[in-house]
């Protein structure tokens, strides 16, 4: 079946330090990718997503590039601010099935 | 554009109570889920439906809780008897299927004293 592998949190930064949050997947078939971010008291957003290879998604100065090669979907941004400060969720939506595979998501707290 | 709508935002009742939890889709989408989410086991798919009929069920805890859709704008949720440990998050989701983005409510928090 699919899977998502997302790294474990929180990871802490200092406002404008470089972000990576890793994220593997597991799938059958050609999926399309996505970056959720969950804010408190809120739910989750869509915040990028990619749906073939080589693809980036992008938004707000997030960047992801959908590599099959490596079956990767790594979060980037270069300078990260406190109110980036969130939960993030990888995920995949194959056509065959309607039920996407959600990684366990990464707290990022980001400190002043 | 209105995007999904869920109620109440905060629900707190006793042990034994009935709970219903309730949510409207976006308007055009053919596909709802329910979703649970607490610390220790993270986002878990309870139910979803496609044009109002449960396809997938097998995410529901136990008899205790039960989802209806009676039309393409709204579904419920419902839990009886509830218990402390059904205390948690519910979100509900809604998409246009495939491999489209899901559009979540802001959920509802649900403890059970």
């Known amino acids: 079946g699919n899977s998502v592998t997302q790294m474990e949190g929180p990871v802490t930064l200092s406002e404008e330090a470089f972000l990576t949050i890793n994220c593997t997947y597991t799938?059958?078939?050609?999926?399309?990718l996505f970056w959720y971010v969950q804010y408190p008291g809120e739910g989750l957003q869509l915040l990028l997503k990619?749906?073939?290879?080589?693809d980036k998604g992008s938004n707000k100065g997030f960047e992801a590039t959908y590599r099959k090669e490596t079956t990767s979907f790594h979060l980037e941004k270069g300078s990260v601010q406190v109110s980036d400060s969130a939960v993030y969720f990888c995920?995949?939506?194959?056509?065959?099935?309607?039920?996407?595979?959600f990684g366990r998501g990464t707290s990022l707290i980001v400190h002043p | 554009d209105a995007g999904v709508i869920q109620s109440p935002r905060h629900e707190v009742t006793e042990m034994g109570q009935e709970v219903t939890l309730r949510c409207k889709p976006i308007?055009?989408?053919?596909?709802l889920f329910w979703y649970r989410q607490t610390m220790m086991r993270g986002l878990e798919l309870l139910i979803y439906?496609?044009?109002?009929?449960?396809?997938?069920d097998s995410g529901m805890p136990e008899d205790r809780f039960s989802a209806k859709m009676p039309n393409a704008s709204f579904s419920t949720l419902k839990i009886q008897p509830s218990e402390p440990r059904d205390s948690a998050v519910y979100f509900c989701?809604?998409?246009?299927?495939?491999?489209?983005?899901?559009?979540f409510g802001d959920g509802t928090r649900l403890s059970i004293l």
């Open positions: 989701a809604s998409s246009s299927g495939g491999q489209q983005p899901q559009h």
């Open positions: 799938a059958t078939g050609y999926p399309s």
């Open positions: 990619a749906t073939k290879a080589d």
């Open positions: 995920a995949l939506s194959e056509g065959g099935s309607y039920i996407p595979t």
């Open positions: 308007s055009g989408h053919d596909y």
């Open positions: 439906f496609n044009n109002n009929v449960p396809i997938d």
